[in-house]
């Protein structure tokens, strides 16, 4: 069964830090592009951050630029989002995506798989 789990969200102080993990399971993701988008109450969802299958390529959203890095761990089928400088407007739930192709991009129609969200809540 094709499947990704996050995991690390929780409630942080404005200025802190957070690292998100997304873990797959049920294919092999070695030419898969991988990324993080985020949904705020209210708000469209938007895209955070992407990167390439050969981990050479990454995107990241305006908002998110100098605060925000993507890696993944290839070994692991594991993809990161280590988040400093968080401000409550970060405050959202987060997806982690998967898509059959090696390009980065924060086109969510471009993304197969999704997983369930985990919540990132900052405040103090």
């Known amino acids: 069964q094709l499947k990704l789990v996050e995991s690390g969200g929780g409630l942080v102080q404005p200025g802190g830090s957070l690292t998100l993990s997304c873990a797959a399971s049920?294919?092999?993701?070695?030419?898969?592009?991988l990324a993080w988008f985020r949904q705020a109450p209210g708000k469209e969802r938007e895209g955070v951050s992407s990167i390439s299958s050969n981990h050479a390529t990454t995107l990241y959203g305006d908002s998110v630029k100098g605060r925000f890095t993507i890696s993944r761990d290839d070994a692991r089928t594991t993809v990161y989002l280590k988040m400093n400088s968080l401000k409550p407007e970060d405050t959202a739930v987060y997806y982690c995506?998967?898509?059959?192709?090696?390009?980065?991009?924060?086109?969510?129609?471009?993304?197969?798989?999704w997983g369930q969200g985990t919540q990132v809540t900052v405040s103090s």
């Open positions: 995506a998967a898509r059959q192709f090696r390009a980065a991009t924060l086109k969510e129609e471009l993304y197969d798989m």
């Open positions: 049920g294919f092999t993701w070695d030419y898969w592009a």
